[in-house]
């Protein structure tokens, strides 16, 4: 049990890129689950994700962001457009339903448009 | 969706003192957890908690469901305890999923 990874772990851009994110669950764990943290919140859930199927998108999930999980396992999360406000750390976490959905983090990836 | 409030929203303790941290949630949940963030950023778990009382060292939680709180306890608290305490809830109902955090504690503990 490697815990859940999250490639980069800091991102620079400027406004207007697009960037991706990668997240890799924990093995056999058939959910994984996007948030978004901004300074002095709690983190806000974005999307999830039941194995390969995208089951819940949050309304702060626009058009620019899209979400995959092609195969069920590794998931992808993409901006496009970036814009100064989507400056933030990006959370991704995993579960299983059998320890009862409990969910693990990964590190974050912190990105900053400029 | 439900809503989740957590108090204080700062707390600073000397070392060795004992909190309690507080949870309210808007509606019945059948999920809900307890998270440290470190000043790297990095939630870890502290406790998965949907009703009852558990404990590990110097910390235990308990959730009473029926009345849509859960309470964190930090004894003879410690320097590397300073960070953000989030609690998380949710519920699975028509297929709909969706965890909500609270805006979260920040405890500070001086030596």
């Known amino acids: 049990d490697t815990g859940v990874s999250q490639d980069p772990r800091h991102k620079i851009t400027k406004r207007g890129q697009n960037v991706t994110f990668r997240c890799d669950p924990i093995?056999?764990?058939?959910?994984l689950y996007w948030y978004r943290q901004t300074l002095g919140q709690g983190p806000e859930f974005l999307t999830y994700f039941q194995n390969e199927a995208q089951l819940e998108k949050s309304r702060l999930l626009s058009d620019r962001f899209s979400a995959e999980r092609p195969k069920g396992s590794f998931s992808t999360l993409e901006i496009q457009r970036t814009e100064q406000g989507d400056s933030a750390m990006y959370l991704c976490?995993?579960?299983?339903?059998?320890?009862?959905?409990?969910?693990?983090f990964g590190p974050g990836t912190r990105l900053t448009v400029t | 969706g439900i809503q989740v409030e957590q108090s204080p929203p700062d707390l600073i303790l000397q070392e060795g003192a004992n909190s309690t941290l507080r949870c309210n949630f808007s509606d019945s949940v059948n999920n809900l957890q307890w998270f440290h963030q470190n000043p790297w950023g990095q939630l870890i778990n502290l406790f998965y908690?949907?009703?009852g009382t558990k404990q590990n060292g110097r910390l235990s939680a308990t959730t009473v469901a029926t009345e849509r709180y859960s309470l964190l306890y930090i004894s003879s608290s410690q320097t590397t305890d300073s960070g953000v305490y989030f609690c998380?809830?949710?519920?699975?109902?028509?297929?709909?999923?969706?965890?909500?955090f609270g805006r979260g504690t920040s405890l500070i503990v001086h030596p």
């Open positions: 908690i949907p009703s």
């Open positions: 976490a995993s579960s299983a339903r059998d320890r009862g959905y409990e969910q693990y």
């Open positions: 093995s056999e764990h058939n959910r």
């Open positions: 998380a809830s949710w519920t699975a109902s028509g297929g709909s999923y969706i965890p909500t």
